[in-house]
């Protein structure tokens, strides 16, 4: 018996001090890296630079002294025209559409033809679009394209340009957003694409930690005034599209309503980008970059981190005690 609870004593001990080994070596690991803030001998892609939030980032990392290849899907159109305005020769504009496998392969080619000599450091996969409906009102294409994009898009770029990342220990940084994990009406299609987008992301990053490899997630509340990604439709665009069926079971009224709704809660949104556009560069930049970056109001905060860990039925309950959800039960199939 004694012999046992010796043994059992030794197992704890070297139990601790292996604990406490593993401690040390990650503050050892957390001192000697350094943030990469002076940008010099670097490289970084962004993808979707024509507006928003990858416009100003390019904007941000090419005065810290990054090589920025600024992937645009369109590089005559007034965005990629006012980057080269704004920036040094150090910023290239890229021919990018992230659908586009000779696009993609094209834009490799030109990255590793104009390399610096500490290679490409990051990736950000910022390239998305948006648009907003119930899953009644959409069609199967109106999925896909947003797969094709948000999804899609990213999966295809990460793949062509791993292996430049990889050789550099550098960065793949993802632009999600709540609606990955936070369920509501009119905002389907855009949850499939940004959960699909989130789950390759933890996927790489595990695989990534073998090759020092950081993956990072950005994930933006409502920042609508902020960018252009937000599709805005009037009523009749919406109701225009419905079959008969759907207009008897929704009617217009319900859909203005909706219309209404949606347009109020993008106002009620970030009006400036900064909050994000900080989130990139310390993901870019830092020495111990974030995994998650979740960018909501202070006041939004504690429930957002919270709703990933709440039962299915507490956070449908919760929902549902939106004005919107007791309207629109009251107003289908009303004529």
């Given at each position: 018996?004694?012999?046992?609870?010796?043994?059992?004593?030794?197992?704890?001990?070297?139990?601790?001090?292996?604990?406490?080994?593993?401690?040390?070596?990650?503050?050892?690991?957390?001192?000697?890296?350094?943030?990469?803030?002076?940008?010099?001998?670097?490289?970084?892609?962004?993808?979707?630079?024509?507006?928003?939030?990858?416009?100003?980032?390019?904007?941000?990392?090419?005065?810290?002294?990054?090589?920025?290849?600024?992937?645009?899907?369109?590089?005559?159109?007034?965005?990629?025209?006012?980057?080269?305005?704004?920036?040094?020769?150090?910023?290239?504009?890229?021919?990018?559409?992230?659908?586009?496998d000779e696009d993609v392969q094209q834009a490799k080619r030109m990255v590793q033809n104009n390399l610096p000599a500490k290679g490409l450091w990051a990736v950000v996969n910022n390239a998305g679009i948006s648009d907003w409906g119930e899953i009644e009102w959409s069609t199967f294409n109106d999925f896909r394209n947003m797969v094709d994009i948000n999804l899609f898009g990213c999966i295809r770029t990460s793949i062509a340009f791993l292996p430049l990342v990889r050789a550099a220990k550098g960065r793949m940084v993802y632009v999600s957003s709540i609606f990955a994990f936070f369920n509501c009406l009119n905002m389907g299609a855009y949850s499939v694409s940004k959960r699909g987008l989130e789950a390759f992301a933890d996927c790489l990053r595990v695989e990534m930690a073998s090759f020092g490899v950081k993956v990072s997630i950005i994930q933006p509340g409502n920042f609508g005034q902020a960018t252009s990604i937000l599709k805005m439709k009037s009523t009749s665009d919406i109701w225009e599209k419905l079959d008969d069926e759907s207009k008897r079971v929704f009617n217009r009224q319900y859909i203005e309503l909706a219309n209404e709704y949606f347009i109020?809660?993008?106002?009620?949104?970030?009006?400036?980008?900064?909050?994000?556009?900080?989130?990139?560069?310390?993901?870019?930049?830092?020495?111990?970059?974030?995994?998650?970056?979740?960018?909501?109001?202070?006041?939004?905060?504690?429930?957002?981190?919270?709703?990933?860990?709440?039962?299915?039925?507490?956070?449908?309950?919760?929902l549902s005690l939106s004005s919107m959800y007791a309207k629109r039960k009251e107003m289908l199939y009303s004529k």
């Open positions: 018996m004694h012999a046992i609870c010796f043994v059992g004593q030794i197992i704890g001990i070297i139990s601790i001090f292996a604990a406490l080994l593993f401690v040390i070596a990650k503050l050892i690991s957390f001192h000697c890296r350094s943030p990469v803030e002076d940008g010099y001998g670097y490289a970084v892609l962004i993808t979707g630079c024509d507006s928003g939030f990858g416009h100003q980032l390019a904007l941000c990392l090419d005065q810290k002294g990054f090589v920025v290849f600024a992937g645009c899907l369109s590089p005559e159109g007034a965005g990629a025209q006012s980057l080269m305005r704004r920036s040094s020769s150090n910023l290239k504009i890229l021919k990018l559409d992230v659908t586009s109020m809660s993008c106002k009620s949104g970030f009006k400036g980008a900064e909050m994000v556009i900080s989130a990139m560069l310390h993901a870019v930049t830092a020495a111990q970059p974030k995994t998650r970056y979740l960018l909501v109001s202070a006041m939004d905060r504690f429930f957002f981190q919270l709703i990933p860990f709440f039962p299915t039925a507490v956070t449908d309950a919760v």
